[in-house]
């Protein structure tokens, strides 16, 4: 299974972001090229594992519990925007980033240790994809530009979830991928077990 460690906003930040989007989609020449990303799959990813064994799954999720609870919940807030090239457009994080990358590098340290294999290590740049380029590379600096002013409300960041990723398989152009919650773990010392499934 496609697994990922990862950051939910809450769901007034992803309608906050949602109506920026909005006017982001207004822009000239804005559906020309691109796939943009379903507000309801919006996330930070922490640490991305790929195709994961299902045998590994529980060796996993204790690791990611201890990365979660000895990371104190933190405040955070969607800020700005930037692009991967002409990839992806993607929105900022700001507030406590520090403890962001902290638990991204907690969430990866967890996979290392239950034996998922990563093909590649890459410096954390914490982002929430907003947009991808469909075929050829996309100019994202009008988009980067109207993010500018974007600042969202804050947040506390009170849980680290493993995310299963099922990528479309119909072959329908636009189709995104499905997110699923497998465990969501509280930030901090009270831990009392995870949770399993959404929400």
Same mark, same amino acid.
């Given at each position: 299974?496609?697994?990922?460690?990862?950051?939910?906003?809450?769901?007034?930040?992803?309608?906050?972001? %949602?109506?920026?989007?909005?006017?982001?989609?207004? *822009?000239?020449?804005?559906?020309?090229? @691109?796939?943009?990303?379903?507000?309801? %799959?919006? /996330?930070?990813?922490?640490?991305?594992?790929?195709?994961?064994? #299902?045998?590994?799954?529980? #060796?996993?999720?204790?690791?990611?519990?201890?990365?979660?609870?000895?990371?104190?919940?933190?405040? @955070?807030?969607?800020?700005? %925007?930037?692009? !991967?090239? %002409?990839?992806?457009?993607?929105?900022?994080?700001?507030?406590?980033?520090?403890?962001?990358?902290?638990?991204?590098?907690?969430?990866?340290?967890?996979?290392?240790?239950?034996?998922?294999?990563?093909?590649? /290590?890459?410096?954390?740049?914490? /982002?929430?994809?907003?947009?991808?380029?469909?075929?050829?590379?996309?100019? !994202?600096?009008?988009?980067?530009?109207?993010?500018?002013?974007? #600042?969202?409300?804050?947040?506390?960041?009170?849980? *680290?979830?493993?995310?299963?990723?099922?990528?479309?398989?119909?072959?329908?152009?636009?189709?995104?991928?499905?997110? #699923?919650? @497998?465990?969501?773990?509280?930030?901090?010392?009270?831990?009392?077990?995870?949770?399993?499934?959404?929400?």
């Amino acid at each position: 299974m496609r697994l990922f460690a990862a950051v939910l906003p809450p769901q007034d930040v992803t309608d906050e972001l %949602g109506g920026a989007v909005d006017a982001l989609r207004g *822009l000239p020449g804005a559906g020309r090229g @691109l796939r943009w990303t379903s507000r309801d %799959g919006w /996330h930070f990813t922490l640490a991305f594992y790929g195709e994961v064994d #299902e045998g590994l799954v529980p #060796e996993l999720s204790v690791r990611l519990e201890r990365a979660a609870r000895r990371t104190d919940a933190f405040p @955070l807030s969607l800020r700005g %925007g930037g692009r !991967f090239g %002409g990839r992806a457009l993607w929105a900022g994080a700001a507030g406590d980033v520090r403890a962001l990358r902290l638990l991204a590098d907690r969430a990866e340290a967890a996979g290392r240790r239950a034996g998922v294999t990563r093909e590649e /290590h890459r410096a954390y740049r914490p /982002h929430l994809t907003l947009a991808r380029s469909s075929r050829e590379p996309a100019d !994202f600096a009008p988009y980067v530009s109207a993010l500018d002013g974007f #600042e969202g409300r804050e947040w506390t960041v009170g849980g *680290l979830c493993l995310m299963r990723s099922r990528l479309p398989v119909s072959g329908v152009p636009g189709e995104q991928p499905r997110y #699923e919650v @497998l465990a969501r773990w509280p930030l901090g010392r009270a831990f009392d077990g995870p949770r399993v499934g959404g929400g």
